[in-house]
């Protein structure tokens, strides 16, 4: 079998262009125009429909893709599980996080892997939250950083950290001393309710921590006045610091940001708002070593006694 041939139709599929198809396998647009034609001749039937420069897939062609790809799924795992018994431990490993996800922690993390897989290469990938699964669904990335929870039940994962999230404000706010004392509770706890009239510096509706917060701001029975919106959360923090609003983060990144002025930390809700921090894979694909430890000194590092 060619699995050569078969990786073209699937580029073909993924970029519905011959020209960035051509690109990705590394042949000639000529080569594989010709390819497709010989095919679809002996098949006796397109494989896709021509749509101006765009390639579509027939129903015939989403069988055949959908074919091709478990075929070529099944001979890296044959390929790594391989190369695992000769204890070669080269390859490639694709990780992903959100957008600036993995800034904070990434550089010690790969510090300590790459002492025991200096042969290994990665690839890191950052992309909006939504997107992670579905990178990991297609097999663009082997690895995905995200928090709970997942959507698809063909992805599985395994739990990094538990972290939580905090209110974030400048020590000569107005509200600074609203902060009370709770048993069992890490920070002094404040009655987001008490804000209601304040400013506030939040992230993208799409993000996870926005979206906590937002049901946080429903329950209080309030709509926030938004004075900014961004993603970024050390530039949250350090807005929050300066005394331009009151923001909210993840106690794990707050670990690696060192804002310019002091920054209070408090804890909100009836109950401790966490989220489990997360490894994320495709379920029932064969891990090589080096996707194995990877996770293992992940779970190190960002776990209890780690760097978080």
Same mark, same amino acid.
């Given at each position: 079998m060619d699995f050569r041939n078969l990786e073209y139709i699937?580029?073909?599929a993924k970029h519905q262009s011959i020209g960035k198809a051509a690109q990705d396998c590394f042949v000639s647009q000529s080569t594989?125009?010709?390819?497709?034609?010989?095919?679809e001749h002996t098949l006796g039937q397109p494989l896709f429909q021509r749509a101006g420069n765009r390639f579509l897939l027939t129903y015939a062609g989403e069988r055949y893709v959908a074919t091709a790809k478990s075929i070529l799924e099944s001979k890296k795992n044959l390929d790594q599980e391989l190369a695992d018994t000769l204890r070669e431990n080269t390859g490639e490993l694709k990780i992903a996080f959100r957008i600036n996800g993995g800034i904070n922690f990434l550089p010690q993390l790969l510090s300590v892997y790459w002492k025991s897989f200096p042969r290994i290469k990665l690839k890191v990938y950052e992309y909006n939250s939504p997107l992670l699964e579905d990178k990991i669904l297609q097999g663009d990335i082997d690895l995905a950083f995200i928090r709970l929870p997942?959507?698809?039940s063909e992805i599985t994962h395994e739990i990094i950290?538990? /972290?939580?999230l905090l +209110?974030?404000?400048?020590?000569?706010?107005?509200?600074?001393g609203e902060g009370i004392l709770r048993e069992g509770w890490k920070y002094p706890w404040? /009655?987001?309710?008490? +804000?209601?009239d304040e400013d506030f510096i939040l992230q993208w509706p799409e993000q996870r921590i926005r979206q906590t917060v937002d049901k946080l701001f429903h329950k209080a029975g309030f709509k926030p006045n938004i004075l900014l919106t961004i993603s970024n959360t050390s530039i949250a923090a350090q807005m929050a610091c300066e005394g331009f609003g009151i923001s909210f983060a993840r106690?794990?990144?707050?670990?690696?940001?060192?804002?310019?002025k002091k920054l209070l930390y408090f804890s909100v809700g009836e109950t401790e708002a966490s989220f489990n921090f997360v490894i994320a894979y495709r379920a029932e694909t064969y891990q090589p070593v080096y996707v194995k430890e990877f996770i293992n000194i992940a779970k190190e590092l960002l776990g209890?006694?780690?760097l978080a």
């Open positions: 699937v580029s073909i594989l125009s010709k390819f497709i034609h010989n095919l997942i959507e698809h950290a538990h /972290d939580k +209110l974030l404000m400048a020590p000569d706010h107005p509200k600074a404040i /009655d987001i309710a008490k +804000l209601k106690e794990i990144p707050l670990q690696y940001i060192t804002p310019t209890p006694g780690g």
